[in-house]
């Protein structure tokens, strides 16, 4: 308490000589001028703000639809109208009849005909081609119509000029496998001609289609013998091998009933 409070003394009331403080001189660095120098040579003026003074716009010229879209130049006398540039016309525009004029028109005075709309509107009546009726198709009991071109009901196909006939790609194909049979006709006449091969006679061809059907009747006695149960690696394997030299058979006996004549080559 004795130092926020000090003790009452008659010396604090003699008025003190104040003391002016003189604080040293702030301290400032040589490279101060150089630095601002550096910092604002690589800042753009109104960079983040923008510039000083705008334009301001006018009124009149305020910003319009579309104005900034980019446009095509002007068309100028003599330019050749591209094909996406011409003007669309619809196909029934000529059949078209004349828009209803408007209240500000006026007829055209003076002009009269001597034509007699009503018997011209009888006789172009009587002359006219009446109009065939689609042909169409009931399918339901509720009498739903269709058309019938489309149905698959008009013979169409009947009434072409090639129907009946054999397609061009078919003619074709058959005059290749002709050509390719005739070049292998030729290439076994020479092959017999130099003696490599030799074609296997009637009795030839019978004696092996026996032997092969004997020899299946052979293995195939054997796979009848086989244990039903396979438990063992012995008893699989050798049902495997029959079941293979079976379908080998098989496969030469279908080959040689196939093919009438049969080459084989000279060894």
């Keep these: 308490m004795s130092d926020v ?9 003699l008025p003190r000589e104040e003391v002016d403080i003189q604080k040293p001189p702030r ?14 040579k690589d800042k753009a003026a109104n960079r983040t703000m923008g510039p000083a003074k705008v334009e301001v716009p006018s009124p009149e010229n305020y910003l319009l639809k579309h104005s900034k879209e980019p446009r095509l130049p002007d068309k100028q006398e003599g330019d050749v109208l591209d094909f996406a540039e011409k003007p669309f016309t619809h196909k029934d525009d000529e059949r ?15 002009i009269q005909t001597k034509k007699n709309f009503i018997t011209a509107n009888a006789i172009e009546n009587i002359m006219a081609v009446p109009k065939k009726p689609q042909p169409t198709y009931v399918d339901t009991r ?27 790609y078919l003619l074709q194909r058959k ?27 009637e009795e030839e061809r019978e004696t092996v289609l026996q032997g092969l059907k004997q020899n299946w009747e052979v293995l195939h006695r054997q796979y009848q013998g086989l244990s039903v149960v396979t438990d ?3 008893k ?32």
Excluded: C, W
């Design 96 to 110: 078209k009849k004349p828009r209803v004029p408007a209240k500000t028109d006026h007829p055209v005075m003076g």
């Design 236 to 267: 699989k394997n050798r049902k495997e091998r029959l079941e293979l030299q079976m379908k080998q058979l098989e496969g030469n006996i279908e080959l040689v009933e196939k093919h009438k004549t049969i080459y084989i080559a000279n060894q």
């Design 142 to 168: 509720r009498g739903d119509k269709q058309p019938l071109e489309t149905s698959g009901l008009v013979p169409k196909f009947v009434k072409k000029k090639d129907y009946g006939h054999t397609p061009e």
């Design 5 to 13: 409070y000090p003790a009452e003394s008659i010396y604090n009331l």
């Design 232 to 234: 063992t690696t012995p």
């Design 175 to 201: 005059e290749e496998v002709r050509r390719a049979q005739e070049e292998y006709d030729e290439y076994v006449k020479e092959r017999l001609r130099q003696g490599a091969m030799k074609q296997l006679s």
């Design 27 to 40: 301290y400032t660095s040589k490279f101060r001028e150089r630095v601002k120098k550096d910092a604002q």
